[in-house]
């Protein structure tokens, strides 16, 4: 992973705005880090997109207004990197046809990346608790439907918009022009 | 990639999403309903169903049911009237005198008096006992009679 200055720039920017909406007072399992993992991913590539999730998972369990993370840190880092990862791979098959179609592809994805961050982050919690994992999941099923339906939005509503922003710089023109 | 071949995995991708989410939600309705049922028969053994009528016979000749009341195990009768009406009462020494069901009151020549019914003879069976002194069994049912006070004839 080599990033030009500019880029580098990008990444920081991105890392500091996502760690300063991780870390603020907020409802549970309502974030826009997945959302900006992605979009990394999408403009920076697998690699950055993965180190993205990674970094800010890390100092959001260190420092997170619901408390110390403990064991299930690495688990949200390895979901959180993976989103970044699927960010990477979406670029790599290119942002094609029309904006709503976008749209639509981008809140699908939003919704499929947050319910595998949950299932990770669910066998996490099983494995720690020694619980069975469809317990765990079953348990917090109602979250992670609220962690779905808000990322849903999220990615369909925002992914587009955020992408025509960052077009005036030269990664995310070569992507959105595929 | 194609553009069929995208949309196929999309769809997919989408399908799978539900799929999970709707069996994982169902599957946390069936777990909550097998620990409501658990509860429900931990419940049943401290609780009884008694069925109640208020006959209300020479006042207006209307009758009121209240079938299955739940009433905690060890209840008495006067316990289980207060449960389903309004009831006014004077204690006398360790008895409880009737002397209302919803504001129906007792007369010089008519009054409230308690029946049970008899499974065995299908039949209302007079009873001497004090409401507050009987101790209701699972399944019972009682009714309370509005009658003139020399009467024997069970409740209609």
Known sequence: ????????????????????????????????????????????GCPAG???????????????????????????????????????????????????????????????????????????????????????????????????????????????????TFKTFGEVRKIADN | MQTTKRTLVFTVLALTVWAISTTAYASYYYTKYKQLEHTLGTMQSLVLKVNILIDYGEWNETQEWHNATLVPAGSTLFNATLAVAKVDSTPWGEYMLINSINGVENSQDTGWIWWIWDNSTSQWKPTLEAANKYVLADGETICWNYQNWASTSPPS
């Open chain 1, 50 to 164: 993965g180190f993205f999730g990674t970094l800010v998972m890390l100092v959001n369990g260190f420092l997170s207004p619901w408390g110390f993370a403990g064991l299930i840190m690495p688990f949200q880092i390895v979901g959180m990197s993976l989103i970044g990862v699927a960010g990477g791979i979406f670029r790599r098959y290119g942002i094609t046809g029309s904006a709503t179609r976008t749209v639509f592809e981008s809140a699908i994805l939003g919704s499929f990346l947050t319910l595998v961050y949950d299932i990770i982050t669910n066998v996490g919690v099983a494995l720690i608790t020694n619980v069975p994992i469809v317990f765990a999941f079953i348990t917090g099923v109602t979250f992670s439907l609220m962690h779905i339906a808000s990322n849903t939005l999220l990615f369909g509503l925002a992914f587009t918009p955020l992408l025509k």
């Open chain 1, 1 to 44: 992973m080599r990033l030009q200055t500019r880029q580098l720039a990008l990444f920081c920017a991105l890392a500091a705005a996502s760690i300063g909406i991780q870390l603020t007072p907020r409802p549970p399992n309502i974030e826009s880090t997945s959302l900006i993992t992605f979009f990394v991913g999408v403009v920076l």
